[in-house]
């Protein structure tokens, strides 16, 4: 992996950063995990929860430029890769969950209720916050390995 990270440009790197700093925004807005204006929340913010925003950005804005297609690159998406998407796709919705209110969620509140968000949902949100970092670094993983490796023609 690191072998991958190595042969980045810097066109790369600048996309890594500002991914990065989008998705960890995008989490933690409307989360209120950044206090603003627009949202807000019922339950304080968990300790954990700070990071989780920042693992959540720094593995979706790595993830976010292994699609950044360098010049004069001829890239094949194999069914792994698009595995791989799927993965980072969930981890960032899981990490969203996992950090939330849990007496803001809609859902949450549709399913269980206000105690039942209390009593059920919020002592599972620190293992679904695990769970989203290692879905988005199971994803980062394997888009790194398949950089650096060749396909084989059958």
Known sequence: MVDALRMWSARRWRVAVLGGIA?????ALPTAVIPNPIFGRAIEVTWWSYPIVGLTGI???LLLATYVREPGTEEVEPAEEAKASTL???GAFVAYFAVGCPVCNKLVL???GTSGAMS???PVQPFLAAASVVLMAVALRIRLKNQVSCTVAA
Do not use: K, Q, R, Y
């Open 120 to 122: 059920w949902f919020a």
């Open 23 to 27: 998705t960890a925004v995008l989490v």
């Open 110 to 112: 549709i399913a269980l």
């Open 59 to 61: 593995l979706g804005g």
């Open 88 to 90: 980072g796709i969930a």
